[in-house]
């Protein structure tokens, strides 16, 4: 979810909150990036300014506060300014995200091979599948341009693909990428492991070109551990986009069944409509649920700490396809007992029995008795929220995050000639 400056403020909002941004730019000097600077240029191609902004602002930050000068590829959404005040390059593109139609496509690898040749830049971070897709085809005509290839997770594409047109597309994006992904100078950066090991098997690259790095990380100081709410009866929250994939209606079979067993609570739900995602739900049916069932459905939020600051438990009951979820790490690091299924992504924050709950996917009643266990435990919520906290600040904190993927861009430009050559070409990332 995003935030700082986020998708819903008015423009005058947005302003007020952007002014010491943008003075504190002013005094540090930060370069307009009119044209080149001297120093290395990172290009970060993102679908949308609302994703860069809630999810590789830090990283953008670090590169910059390292020497690099930014330059960001993506489409506009309201938050132009709020990036170029903060010393960044803006490369406007127009994403089709949802479109299968070839033309958009090519349209977007003419647009960043525009884009690559302008700039000029030392290394393109491509983040998101659309993005890797587009950017490493338009690098085939610079094959010594450096190229980190970030995959958030595989998505419906290749984890929960069902109809048979989803499957044929899974295969040609597979040729695709066994095309495009095994170029030298560059890494496929992935958010777990089970990730790797598919990317290294469906799409032929070779392991030492790939790295595991867990998404964006959090920022630890803006997400400290927060003291266990005082709720008449436990709220059960999900923060997350409205979508069949991340399981919102096993999440409202788990509540029905709940309800009849006479286990009290409440959900609520937060996060927007995305009408792209083929698993997308109606708003229609988020107002039946809130009518019929008693959920609440919050929508988009500007600050996700708010609903954290209310939750006894947070949940995520995704079919699969996630990198490493952000909003169960700002749970974790907001010290709070989560409940996810056992897939991909979701296990690497949970340690089951230790700061949370694993249940099969796509299993309401599993989903049920395991927020059951939680609601009805005070302590067991306490003890796990506490053991959330100390996992999140050890292993996903935006620090450590962007250290490592900053350490990749110094591998691909800086480091030593694979197999001895004096050939700056052939430097290898390590994994």
Do not use: Q
């Not at 109809?163 to 890494?187: D, G, N, Q």
């Not at 999440?251 to 709940?258: G, H």
């Not at 708003?283 to 609903?307: F, I, P, T, Y």
């Amino acid at each position: 979810m995003a935030h700082g400056a986020p998708r819903g403020l008015s423009a005058a909002r947005r302003d007020r909150l952007d002014l010491p941004t943008r003075r504190r730019a002013l005094r540090h000097g930060r370069p307009t990036l009119r044209g080149r600077v001297s120093g290395k240029h990172l290009l970060l191609v993102v679908t949308d300014e609302r994703y860069f902004w809630g999810h590789r602002l830090a990283l953008a930050r670090a590169a910059r506060d390292a020497g690099w000068a930014v330059t960001v590829a993506t489409a506009p959404a309201g938050l132009t300014e709020s990036i170029r005040a903060e010393g960044f390059r803006i490369e406007p593109i127009a994403w089709k995200r949802a479109s299968l139609d070839p033309r958009a496509l090519l349209a977007e690898v003419l647009a960043l091979r525009r884009i690559f040749r302008r700039a000029g830049p030392d290394v393109v971070h491509a983040v998101s599948m659309r993005a890797v897709l587009a950017a490493s085809l338009a690098a085939l005509a610079t094959p010594d341009l450096p190229m980190v290839n970030a995959f958030t997770g595989l998505g419906y594409t290749f984890a929960a693909a069902e109809s048979r047109r989803a499957r044929l597309l899974a295969r040609l994006l597979a040729a695709i990428f066994r095309l495009t992904l095994r170029r030298e100078r560059s890494v496929v950066l992935l958010e777990n492991e089970d990730d790797r090991n598919f990317v290294v098997r469906a799409f032929a690259v070779p392991p030492e070109r790939t790295a595991v790095n867990p998404g964006s990380g959090v920022d630890m100081a803006r997400f400290a551990a927060l003291p266990p709410p005082h709720n008449p009866r436990p709220v059960v929250a999900c923060a997350a986009r409205m979508l069949a994939m991340k399981g919102i209606p096993e999440l409202v079979e788990a509540r029905r069944i709940l309800l009849a067993r006479g286990v009290e609570h409440d959900l609520v739900l937060a996060g927007g409509i995305d009408p792209s995602n083929p698993t997308a739900i109606s708003e229609r049916r988020l107002r039946d649920w809130m009518k019929n069932d008693g959920v609440e459905w919050l929508g988009d939020l500007d600050d996700v700490r708010v609903l954290w600051k209310r939750a006894d438990i947070a949940v995520l009951a995704s079919r699969g396809g996630e990198g490493v979820p952000l909003s169960l790490v700002e749970a974790a690091a907001s010290g709070r007992p989560l409940v996810a299924t056992l897939v991909p992504g979701c296990r690497d924050i949970v340690e089951d029995g230790r700061n949370g709950l694993l249940v099969p996917p796509r299993e309401p009643a599993a989903l049920a008795a395991a927020l059951e266990r939680l609601i009805r435990d005070g302590e067991l919520r306490i003890s796990m929220g506490a053991a959330s906290a100390c996992r999140a600040r050890a292993a996903f904190s935006s620090e450590i995050v962007t250290e490592r993927t900053l350490a990749l861009y110094r591998a691909l430009t800086e480091g030593p000639p694979a197999g001895g050559r004096p050939d700056r070409r052939r430097t290898r990332p390590s994994g």
